[in-house]
């Protein structure tokens, strides 16, 4: 059994930041990718950004430049630094792991919401 577990969402000003932590814990033996989604009310479940066991990233256009993902393989861990934030990253943020088993797993979600 696998978790992960996030942490880091909340109320931010636009033009804030805010850095997301998401830790896998149980039977693991090695994590391909992990990544962050987010989805908006009303909208699909969209990638953010995604990272490679050896630290290839992908980005989503609309965050290219403000956020940075990255990741601690000893940790099992994945962080998301989210700068300059808009009202239209307002979203729930899930973390995804994918195995080595190509199985993959998906945290709680943890509220993101940027306003005045």
């Known amino acids: 059994q696998v978790q992960l577990v996030e942490s880091g969402g909340g109320l931010v000003q636009p033009g804030g930041s805010l850095r997301l932590s998401c830790a896998a814990s149980?039977?693991?033996?090695?994590?391909?990718?992990m990544g962050w989604y987010r989805q908006a009310p009303g909208k699909q479940r969209e990638l953010v950004a995604s990272?490679?066991?050896?630290?290839?990233?992908n980005y989503a256009g609309s965050v290219k430049g403000r956020f940075t993902i990255s990741r601690d393989n000893a940790e099992n861990t994945v962080y998301l630094q989210m700068n300059s934030l808009k009202p239209e990253d307002t979203a729930v943020y899930y973390c995804?792991?994918?195995?080595?088993?190509?199985?993959?797993?998906w945290g709680q979600g943890t509220q993101v919401t940027v306003s005045s």
């Open positions: 149980g039977t693991i033996f090695r994590i391909n990718v």
């Open positions: 990272i490679t066991e050896t630290g290839t990233t």
């Open positions: 995804n792991a994918n195995l080595w088993n190509n199985r993959g797993y």
